[in-house]
């Protein structure tokens, strides 16, 4: 069984460096095996990092263009699972993990700095179909001997209303959600007449991860729920890549991946800086990747942090688009979207660049739209330096009311029943 690296084997950026070095031709070697890396390397695989850095990257189209076994380097029959990803950028990517890969995945999920332990109950709320990140979650959890609460949030069968009674009824402790997620829940707590920062007694940590997260939302969900609110980083094709230490800085995982930062603009690759995150795992057996271009838009840097684990930050900067000349990402609008008082009570908003303007919207009681508006505006224009038009919206004008109270809705195919029933859903799969 493979040795992994654990957080205190190196006391520097120097001496990571050297256990990169010293794991990384293992990585390469198991990389060779592929038929993809086969035929983009021929007889000359590189077999150190300056081999390595004069690699052309690997692209989210080279994974589609070698599907479905181009990059697999392992026979079949050692494979454990097999994944896709959301597609949320185009088509789906797929990804294989060996038994040996998941213990490599949930050890790197399971460094949370709050713990995950027998005392905790742990619900999963991201999706379990074909995408690694609800098993993730729920393969770390049961590797601590926590209660995993399988909730997934692509399925009918647990809607917003079941998610609360969950929460409070099961003492949960720790949950694993989109950021986004816990907002719909705050809402939902609420619509059901509960307090979210009194009645969940039990809930102590929120796990969250899948989107940009901004300081300001971060501190709001904090506020609404009572409890930390602990990030995460990472993708279906590699596992979780970055984690939050005590002193709430994302710490890229580089002792288990070699990192870099590609400006597509440019060409121009990197240590750190802004740009496109590109990983090189070091554990992988499955399906080695070299250079892998997630194309996520990220900041790095090696600046040290006072909590000594000596590892790169990094800052997920989310979407962009051009607004006047200057280019916007998700952070920049939902750091002033959340910045508004709490008491004017916003929680969902959407925005797009139209322009040289950008729209917002924001859900906000009656009583709040006008100084909500104003305050939003005014920030815009102050720190961005774009015109904004806030469209304030009534409750429910974003998510509606029925979808945070309704029942579950989930029925198995029917084709016999009594007298009485509805069977106009014979058959029916809802």
């Known amino acids: 069984m493979t040795t992994r690296p654990e957080l205190g084997d190196w006391g520097s950026l120097d001496e990571l460096t050297q256990l990169q070095d010293g794991h990384l031709e293992a990585a390469l070697t198991a990389a060779a095996r592929s038929p993809f890396y086969r035929a983009r390397h021929g007889a000359s695989p590189p077999r150190d990092r300056d081999a390595l850095h004069r690699t052309a990257l690997t692209t989210k189209q080279d994974l589609r263009d070698a599907y479905p076994f181009g990059l697999l380097a392992v026979p079949r029959s050692e ?29 790197r999920y399971a460094r949370k700095h709050v713990g995950i332990g027998p005392d905790d109950t742990f619900m999963v709320r991201t999706p379990y179909a074909l995408m690694i990140t609800g098993h993730l979650a729920h ?9 995993v609460v399988p909730a997934d949030n692509r399925s009918l069968a647990t809607p917003f209303a079941r998610v609360v009674r969950i929460l409070r009824d099961l003492d949960v402790t720790l949950t694993w959600s989109l950021p986004a997620d816990t907002l719909l829940w705050a809402a939902a707590a609420r619509a059901a007449g509960y307090l979210p920062d009194r009645d969940f007694p039990a809930l102590r940590a929120l796990f969250v991860g899948g989107e940009p997260l901004s300081r300001a939302r971060r501190a709001r969900i904090g506020e609404l729920w009572a409890a930390d609110v602990v990030e995460e980083y990472g993708a279906t094709e590699t596992g979780s890549l970055a984690g939050e230490c005590p002193l709430g800085r994302l710490h890229l995982w580089a002792d288990r991946a070699i990192f870099e930062v590609h400006d597509p603009s440019t060409g121009v690759t990197g240590t750190h800086g802004r740009g496109q995150l590109v990983v090189t795992p070091l554990f992988r057996q499955a399906m080695p990747l070299l250079r892998y271009n997630i194309e996520d838009e990220v900041e790095v840097s090696h ?62 009681a009656e009583r709040h739209r006008r100084p909500a508006a104003a305050a939003l505006t005014a920030s815009v224009r102050r720190v961005l330096g774009v015109d904004a038009a806030v469209v304030p919206t009534p409750p429910g004008g974003l998510v509606p009311l029925p ?15 009594a007298a009485g029933e509805d069977w106009d859903k014979a058959l029916q799969y809802h």
């Open 403 to 417: 979808l945070l109270t309704a029942p579950a809705d989930v029925m198995k195919p029917r084709g016999f029943f």
């Open 139 to 147: 393969a770390a959890a049961r590797s601590r001997g926590a209660t």
């Open 303 to 364: 600046e040290p942090c006072p909590c000594g684990w000596h590892l790169p930050t990094v800052r997920v900067l989310g979407r962009s688009a051009l607004t006047g000349g200057t280019r916007l990402t998700q952070l920049d609008v939902e750091d002033l979207v959340f910045g508004l008082p709490a008491e004017f009570g916003v929680m969902f908003w959407r925005a797009r660049a139209a322009g040289d303007r950008i729209e917002i919207e924001i859900e906000v």
């Open 79 to 107: 494979l454990a699972t097999y994944h896709e990803s959301s597609g949320t950028s185009g088509e789906a990517t797929a990804s294989y993990y060996t038994e040996e890969d998941w213990l490599d995945l949930t050890e």
